[in-house]
């Protein structure tokens, strides 16, 4: 029988260490800088992506890369469908700085196609860091 190759695997500090620096990098894309209007209209949506896919690599660091891709596009999409929620305490949360981070503000069809190549970063990301020389 002949075993099947061992997957490489994630180094926890890597992915840490890009998911930090991708946080700044999103955060910048909503500084008032002068930057490409595709990159100031869509970047920090991609990005947010792109850690989302990270946080998910750094807590299931064992899951097969399709699997981490499905639950970060899942939960992206998730919290973007719950900003067609009204609710009070809801828009409370999302007047605050980190809930305006992490939950969003409005309901925007785009940000829906942010994601899914916010993701496909993070998968390559990935892919990238557990590349052996």
């Not at 840490?16 to 949506?45: C, E, M, N, Q, W």
Request: include cysteine.
């Amino acid at each position: 029988m002949i075993d099947a190759p061992e997957r490489p695997r994630r180094n926890r500090m890597r992915l840490a260490v890009a998911a930090l620096a991708v946080i700044p990098s999103g955060l910048l894309t909503r500084a008032d800088l002068p930057l490409p209007g595709i990159v100031a209209s869509y970047g920090g949506d991609t990005l947010y992506a792109t850690l989302v896919y990270l946080l998910v690599a750094l807590a299931w660091p064992h899951w097969a890369t399709w699997r981490l891709g499905l639950v970060a596009l899942g939960a992206c999409y998730a919290i973007e469908l719950s900003q067609l929620i009204q609710a009070p305490w809801l828009d409370a949360l999302r007047g605050t700085l980190p809930g305006r981070l992490v939950l969003g503000t409005g309901f925007l069809w785009s940000d829906l196609t942010c994601y899914a190549v916010g993701v496909s970063l993070g998968v390559a990301l990935d892919l990238a860091l557990r590349w052996r020389t």
